[in-house]
T-cell receptor
Framework: AQSVTQLDSQVPVFEEAPVELRCNYS??????LFWYVQYPNQGLQLLLK??????LVKGINGFEAEFNKSQTSFHLRKPSVHISDTAEYFC?????????????FGSGTRLSIRP | KAGVTQTPRYLIKTRGQQVTLSCSPI?????VSWYQQTPGQGLQFLFE???????NKGNFPGRFSGRQFSNSRSEMNVSTLELGDSALYLC???????????????FGEGSWLTVV
């Protein structure tokens, strides 16, 4: 079975400061990893995903994440945040090569940007 | 290319009633999945349909059901509504083999259900 843990429910950051949103997962099989963003009153939008290959993944809006297999982590980072990054961020995992695959989401991290 | 469309966007139902929500996936996508989002439980997977077949189901009671039509449009139904079913229900579609292949999931804006 898979599980995803986002340790921080809220992260307040000043504008133009760097940010890291943490995500840890557990799984008995290889997984795909995702970060989604949800702006107020909207659905989710994919920021980036890791399927295989390079462990550093770059996504939209200047975000990037690093897959660390030994630490079972997939932390999301941005070197300089903007007010427009205020949103809720979800880490997710789905199993590799499973016809019965489903996707498990973390509980979300609310990123609030202070001017 | 039109995105994932969900209808209705907002609805209010009474306990004990049933509700049907509709989802039109992105053209060409055969995988449709449904999710429930609540403040307490977060975002939870309900089920995935692929080519009219339910592939997998999350941990929800049998009151939650769905189906997919030959044009990939999908509906989900909740019978005997309870107060705790109040939530944002999100539909998503994916190309290729859907969730099993790690393809990007594209979400609709959701249907807000309030049960009173």
């Amino acid at each position: 079975a898979q599980s995803v843990t986002q340790l921080d429910s809220q992260v307040p950051v000043f504008e133009e400061a760097p940010v890291e949103l943490r995500c840890n997962y557990s799984s008995s099989v290889s997984v795909y990893l995702f970060w989604y963003v949800q702006y107020p009153n909207q659905g989710l939008q994919l920021l980036l995903k890791y399927l295989s290959g390079s462990t550093l993944v770059k996504g939209i809006n200047g975000f990037e994440a690093e897959f660390n297999k030994s630490q079972t982590s997939f932390h999301l980072r941005k070197p300089s945040v903007h007010i427009s990054d205020t949103a809720e961020y979800f880490c997710a995992v789905s199993a590799l090569y499973s016809s019965a695959s489903k996707i498990i989401f973390g509980s979300g991290t609310r990123l609030s940007i202070r001017p | 290319k039109a995105g994932v469309t969900q209808t209705p966007r907002y609805l209010i139902k009474t306990r004990g009633q049933q509700v049907t929500l509709s989802c039109s996936p992105i053209s060409g996508h055969r995988s449709v999945s449904w999710y429930q989002q609540t403040p307490g439980q977060g975002l939870q997977f309900l089920f995935e349909y692929f080519s009219e077949t339910q592939r997998n189901k999350g941990n929800f009671p049998g009151r939650f059901s769905g189906r997919q039509f030959s044009n990939s449009r999908s509906e989900m139904n909740v019978s005997t509504l309870e107060l705790g079913d109040s939530a944002l229900y999100l539909c998503a579609s994916s190309s290729g083999e859907g969730l099993a292949s790690g393809n990007t999931i594209y979400f609709g804006e959701g249907s807000w259900l309030t049960v009173v």
